[in-house]
């Protein structure tokens, strides 16, 4: 018969999913939230519980400056990085989707929105407006003063407000574009999908410098649309598209053959894709074979 787990453990393992997605929106990476929860969990065996009143909040403190203090470090290996970066895609389960929150919160559009705060603007926002903590948790977390902190909220939720999608997305919508993407392929007719792109559509391709993708954002429908009557056909010969849940959202996998190849999200704004975001580095895509529990 075996032990019950001690009550750090049971900590712990409880608020685990929460723990991730606080890392994981912080750094847009799975494989670094998790090196972020294990730095978490080491830091955590060695805290007293009795000195503990509020589990939950010191356990997202600790994880909190971990993912900081990671950010930091991060953001010098994307000046390094080849062509365009792209947020780690994550297969999730049903649920997700219907917790519209959390799904507009880890969805690859607002990633790429909180890449653009500073690291401690992107910190407060997370803790602030997806996991609606108060200031003074947010200021022990950010080592702040809880004026300070809502300053930087004040100022990061301007900032999201001004560059995510202009009204929340419904899975149909997004779902109705990746369908006219798998149509375009099957039947090698593109107007569909060509009328579903903005004016203004951008993509970004993430190959890492490990596979082939455009090595700067397509921008306009004057990029975009030569690129893709390039890639479908070739795409229509060798390749199969699946329908998934990624990051609370429809999207589509393409498999060359067995082989995973990419994933391929979009933004939508206004009914028209103004985003395709198309990721393709190996190393990004290995949260694809089983879906990962995110939480709130």
Partial sequence: ?????????????????????????????????????????????????????????????????????????????????????????????????????????????????????????????????????????????????????????????????????????TPDAAQDALEAFRAAVETGDLQGLFDKLAPDVVMLTDGGGVRQAALAPLVGAAQVGPFLRQALPRLRESGTLEAVQVNGHPALVVRIGDELDGVLTVRIDEGLVTGLYLVRNPEKLSRMADETPVGR
């Fill in 1 to 169: 018969m075996s032990r019950p787990a001690d009550p750090a453990t049971t900590a712990f393992v409880e608020h685990r999913n929460l723990l991730f997605t606080v890392a994981y929106e912080m750094l847009g990476s799975a494989a670094d939230a998790e090196d972020v929860l294990q730095e978490t969990w080491l830091k955590w065996t060695g805290v007293g519980l009795d000195e503990v009143r509020k589990p939950r909040a010191y356990l997202v403190r600790i994880t909190t400056r971990q993912a900081l203090m990671r950010l930091r470090s991060l953001k010098r290996r994307k000046e390094d990085y080849i062509g365009p970066w792209l947020p780690e895609p994550l297969l999730t389960t049903p649920d997700v989707a219907e917790n519209v929150e959390l799904a507009e919160s880890v969805s690859t559009a607002m990633l790429l929105v909180l890449e653009t705060l500073a690291p401690t603007e992107r910190a407060v926002f997370v803790l602030r407006e997806v996991f609606a903590l108060g200031y003074e948790e947010i200021a022990a977390a950010v080592d702040k003063s809880p004026a300070a902190v809502r300053q930087i909220a004040h100022r990061a939720r301007g900032h999201v407000a001004a560059r995510r999608p202009r009204a929340t997305v």
